[in-house]
């Protein structure tokens, strides 16, 4: 596989494999140039599809760490007919050269406890690839680093991603143009809770020292309720109203579960009083079926 690095040269002509056309990619595209003179490094594959690695001096990234010296990889994403022949290690390889190159300390990433969870690099290849945990925010997020210099002191997480946590009631969601999935998103989160006049508070992060103030220790996308977490199958979502609005359109629509929020450790630190759980799961899979049962509940009712 060939390679090719996306610079102010050539980004108008150049796909970036996460956008590659219309207002998504050009707004990533404006972000990119901006970051491109604070030495940030976007290769991918010359194939077209999802196959690249975007990296930057963790002094200039657009998250709450402290790992002045190392290199921060904002992304390494390959999928599709590009998994399964090595380009992750050709990418990774890459990074750790320019790294060495620069005398930095090493590298770190963010990935996540227990699954692998969207848009977060899978914990398991990483360790296999000799990262280990620096830090761990208490709303699961691993910080985990490669070092490639003797003794180096560990990157670790400020203290507002280390211990999320936002005073106002209702949501708050911050994001960043880092990620062009938030083109698509945030406004469908805005209509939703025009619709279902759901409190919500929007706060678009448009500069590195304000990302990295940001009291998540994910800024493309961090969505926040009241502080507190809603055990799968018991939250009021308004799922059902939602499921039948959906219905009367007429059109095939898809659904997925995904209540790996059951539990996890930190709770308490999301919101000033306790937090007293209605059901406590024993893991996962009983939290998944708690919901997958009311999901069916739901839908018997507007079939």
Not at 271 to 295: C, I, M, P, T
Request: glycine share 8%; with cysteine; net charge negative.
């Amino acid at each position: 596989m060939d390679y090719i690095r996306i610079t102010d040269d050539n980004i108008e002509k150049e796909h970036i494999c996460c956008a590659m056309s219309g207002k998504q990619g050009v707004i990533k595209k404006e972000w990119l140039k901006q970051r491109f003179k604070e030495g940030l490094v976007f290769c991918r594959s010359t194939e077209r599809g999802k196959c690249f690695i975007e990296y930057i001096p963790a002094e200039n990234a657009w998250i709450p760490i402290e790992a002045n010296g190392w290199i921060y990889i904002n992304c390494l994403w390959v999928s599709g007919v590009m998994k399964g022949h090595g380009y992750s290690d050709d990418l990774l390889g890459e990074c750790i050269r320019a790294a060495k190159e620069q005398g930095r300390k090493g590298l770190c990433i963010l990935s996540s406890e227990g699954r692998k969870r969207e848009f977060l690099s899978d914990q398991k290849y990483l360790a296999y690839k000799g990262f280990a945990v620096a830090d761990t925010s208490e709303c699961g997020i691993n910080l985990m680093y490669l070092p490639l210099a003797q003794d180096a002191e560990p990157p670790r997480f400020k203290a507002c991603a280390k211990h999320p946590v936002v005073k106002e009631s209702g949501f708050v969601l911050y994001y960043t143009d880092q990620c062009p999935f938030t083109y698509y998103w945030v406004p469908c989160v805005e209509e939703a809770a025009r619709a279902y006049r759901v409190p919500l508070k929007v706060i678009h992060v448009t500069g590195r020292e304000q990302a990295q103030s940001v009291p998540a220790p994910v800024t493309t996308y961090a969505l926040f309720k009241d502080g507190s977490v809603v055990p799968a199958g018991e939250g009021d979502g308004s799922v059902p109203s939602i499921l039948k609005t959906l219905a009367e359109t007429g059109k095939p629509y898809m659904l997925t579960l995904e209540p790996h929020l059951y539990d996890f450790s930190g709770l308490q630190n999301l919101q000033g009083e306790d937090v007293l759980h209605k059901r406590v799961y024993k893991d996962a899979d009983e939290a998944f079926d708690v919901a997958s049962n009311a999901l069916h509940d739901i839908l018997k009712t507007i079939e």
